[in-house]
């Protein structure tokens, strides 16, 4: 991604150098959420299956959600005084999260798909959260963390529609099963 271009002075209270690191951190962001948008709506267009219209709606939701994301992480490099990079192409030349596959259709499918690109984001988003901290930038650091935040409880709600059995829970089927196995053989 090309440098922020600074296009506006400003009195907040930051160092030049401290503002644009800020910018060039928040715009790449940016192009990480809109290609997390771009993955939500290719879910959503093509989910097929049984629970079709409860993800259908659900990845909706996610969609929507991103938007204001980029929205706030739009506007908070703007308010440092540089140009926004928020373009499709500049989002797509950009962004850090892996493709989404175009041959998903069924629900299940895109539910681990989507849980894995909202794991990639989050990840950027604890980074940048990072970067902000050592910045001394505590406005940036409070808007990535409230996002991240967000995005943990999306993911909560996307996976959710995952049955995974934990280990432990599998350990004790299989003693019950043991068990009943026993008592019938007795």
């Known amino acids: 991604m090309a440098k922020s271009k600074s296009v506006a002075s400003t009195h907040i209270a930051l ?10 951190l928040l715009n790449g962001l940016l192009a990480s959420t809109l290609d997390l948008h771009s993955h939500a709506k290719q879910a959503h267009w093509n989910i097929r299956g049984p629970h079709f219209l409860t993800l259908h709606e659900l990845f909706d939701k996610l969609a929507e959600q991103t938007v204001e994301h980029g929205d706030e992480i739009a506007e908070r490099a703007g308010q440092l005084g540089f140009a926004v990079s928020g373009t499709l192409r500049q989002g797509a030349s950009a962004s850090k999260l892996n493709e989404y596959d175009l041959q998903i259709a069924s629900g299940e499918d895109h539910v681990r798909r989507l849980s894995q690109s909202l794991g990639e984001y989050e990840k950027l988003l604890l980074d940048g959260i990072e970067d902000a901290e050592e910045a001394e930038d505590p406005v940036t650091q409070d808007i990535l963390t409230r996002i991240c935040g967000e995005i943990d409880k999306s993911m909560w709600m996307i996976e959710s529609h995952i049955v995974v059995v934990s280990p432990e829970a599998e350990t004790l089927t299989n003693n019950n099963k043991k068990a009943a196995a026993s008592q019938s053989a007795a």
């Open 15 to 24: 160092p030049p150098d401290t503002r644009k690191k800020m910018a060039d």
